[in-house]
């Protein structure tokens, strides 16, 4: 029996995944008819999941933990069983401002830390306080480039302005004056650096080398009243996840992901993140980032509830939410590593024993405990080289020095 | 009760904001969401904004909403989230609405009601231009084809229209598909018009 299934998504190419699942015929085979919903902001696929348009949908990890915790309009409980991709955003700056940091870029890339400070110079010889877009205030996005700026103690609330506005306008505002730079997810970023409006100034990648992007989330309550279709569905993208990690799928991928029906920009944008090849300033070779945007290996997918928790301690530090104990748990069970397991236990998918770990420990390629097969967890480092310990937040929070 | 429409499409706006004329209401803005629009916004004080849900600017609004000290903090649209019939049909017809919170329910229903009831009458309207271009673009095809039928093999009108005919209904196709075949195979062997 064929399952019907709506799922909104925004045009990224981290969309890739749902993307694969149903033109390749991965949903099929479980028996779910997958129909996917264009939506061009993070409110309208809020709302399109909070009301039942749709049962599930590729939705920013913090905007998940946000909307549970009644942070944001339209509270509900969402549940979120499976990580679409972890990496692939990108912070780019207007040619001009970007003057004032290290000139090559290879070298600016690898040093977050240092271009850091050089974006805080920067910031004093700029015409007005920089103006940098974001795609929403509870975007991995955000959070990052907050956490980034904080190092060099730029305050991201008092020394620049974060302007939120989508994805598909960043190029736009970026050409009309109206922003200086944006951190987004691809092929934005590589859409504004090919327009010669702008330059690669940090990718989240070398912020946090596997920082939690997109998740598909569902309504807590649909979830569990769903559990086969729900299994079926993650049965179905584990393997859509693979496909689009294999570097033989890679030409056919981009091009499913051109269509006007998905993310409707050029191929060749496209390719730059599924393949790791970044185009930091126009006219360059590229540069090779071969993590740049992981889907399937390292158990990408499984929704460690660590990360949920990072999440949610960037969220207390930034002052978004009151941090107590009752709200760190519901923060915590956004993510359903106890769904994963359930869906996945009859596949031959790598499964961590665990369902929290210490977030940026591992610098090096670590093979871990794993109830079947061989799991190898990638390099998990934060640039600053702190450690995050999900029973120890408030610790970990003490340690950043207040910015004014 | 100040009314603020956001909207991209100046006549989808001004098809909205007659309907709420003619209920009464006039105290009726119109915005379209670029630059700085929401510092506009943040003046005008509206007690409902008004707003196409497909709109890409919703996350703009919304984060004014969340930060903004000017304004009498509004609340999101559904402001009765046990009426789901009216959410329904709000989502479905693509409207979205922030509502100054305090605002009561009764007053607030109809302004939304007759807000869908217009977006969804847009949509229509939409939707026949829409084919009623593409019927349009359609004859243009067709008549190419024919007079390439016409020239090529020395039929009249009526016989390559039929001929036309013809083929579509053994193909089990339309009419301008077969016209649009015909047209391409003539331009490929260098025959065309």
Redesign the interface.
């Given at each position: 029996m064929t399952t019907g299934l709506r799922i909104a998504f925004l045009p990224l190419t981290d969309a890739a995944v749902l993307v694969a699942a149903r033109e390749r015929g991965f949903a099929e085979e479980e028996g779910i008819a997958l129909d996917l919903v264009r939506t061009?902001?993070?409110?309208?696929l809020r709302?399109?999941l909070v009301?039942g348009?749709v049962q599930a949908a590729h939705m920013l990890a913090p905007l998940a933990v946000a909307v549970t915790l009644g942070l944001?309009?339209?509270p509900a409980a969402l549940a979120a069983p499976y990580k679409l991709n972890v990496n692939g955003n990108m912070l780019v700056m207007a040619c001009d401002f970007a003057k004032a940091l290290e000139p090559v870029i290879a070298s600016r890339l690898a040093d977050p830390l240092g271009t850091a400070h050089d974006f805080a110079a920067a910031i004093g010889l700029w015409r007005r306080k920089p103006v940098i877009g974001v795609?929403?205030?509870f975007s991995s996005h955000a959070i990052m480039l907050r956490y980034w700026l904080a190092s060099a103690g730029v305050d991201p609330d008092r020394d620049v302005v974060l302007?939120?506005?989508?994805p598909?306008?960043t190029v736009e505002a970026m050409h009309?004056g109206?922003i200086d730079g944006f951190i987004a997810g691809e092929p934005w970023g590589s859409a504004a650096v090919e327009a010669d409006l702008a330059e690669t100034v940090a990718i989240g990648e070398r912020i946090w080398r596997r920082g939690v992007e997109k998740v598909l989330a569902f309504r807590e309550s649909w979830l569990e009243e769903n559990p086969q279709t729900v299994d079926r569905l993650l049965r179905a993208l584990v393997r859509a996840a693979a496909w689009c990690d294999d570097p033989a799928h890679r030409d056919d991928l981009t091009h499913l992901l051109a269509r006007p029906d998905y993310v409707d920009q050029p191929a060749y944008l496209i390719d730059r993140a599924l393949s790791g090849t970044l185009v930091a300033r126009a006219g360059e070779p590229s540069i090779v980032s071969p993590d740049f945007m992981l889907f399937g290996r390292e158990a990408t997918p499984f929704p460690w509830r660590s990360q949920a928790l990072w999440i949610y301690s960037q969220l207390v530090r930034w002052g978004m939410v009151d941090h107590d104990p009752d709200m760190a748990a519901r923060a915590g069970a956004v993510f359903r590593p106890d769904i994963f397991r359930r869906a996945l236990a009859d596949s031959n998918v790598p499964m961590p024993g665990a369902s929290m770990k210490l977030e940026g420990a591992v610098a090096a390629p670590l093979a871990v405990g794993s109830r079947r097969g061989e799991l190898t967890l990638g390099p998990d480092s934060f640039f600053d080289k702190r450690v995050f310990d999900p029973e120890r937040i408030d610790e970990f929070l003490s340690g950043f020095a207040p910015l004014r | 009760m100040r009314i603020v429409i956001i909207d991209d499409s100046g006549l989808r706006a001004s098809v909205l904001e007659e309907g709420l004329h003619e209920a009464g209401y006039d105290d009726i803005h119109i915005v379209p969401p670029r630059?700085?629009f929401v510092a506009r916004l943040e003046r005008m004080a509206p007690d409902v904004v008004l707003m196409d849900?497909?709109?890409?600017?919703?996350?703009?609004?919304?984060?004014m909403?969340?930060v903004s000290r000017a304004l009498a903090r509004p609340?999101?649209m559904?402001v009765d989230q046990s009426d789901?019939a009216m959410?329904?049909a709000a989502?479905?017809a693509g409207v979205?609405a922030y509502v100054v919170d305090g605002l009561r329910k009764e007053r607030v229903k109809p302004v939304l009601e007759l807000a869908v009831r217009r977006f969804n009458a847009f949509a229509k309207i939409q939707s026949e231009l829409e084919e009623a271009r593409s019927a349009l673009s359609d004859r243009k095809i067709i008549d190419r084809a024919k007079s390439i039928l016409m020239n090529q093999r020395s039929l009249s009108e009526q016989d390559a229209y039929a001929l036309l005919r013809t083929a579509a209904m053994n193909q089990g196709k339309k009419i301008v598909e077969v016209a649009q075949a015909l047209i391409t195979a003539s331009d490929l062997l260098g025959g065309g018009l």
């Open positions: 061009t902001s993070w409110a309208t709302d399109r009301f348009q944001s309009q339209q795609v929403h205030r302007r939120v506005l989508p598909s306008l009309a109206e | 630059g700085g849900l497909g709109s890409p600017s919703r996350d703009t609004l919304e984060e909403l969340t609340i999101a559904f789901e959410i329904g989502i479905d979205s």
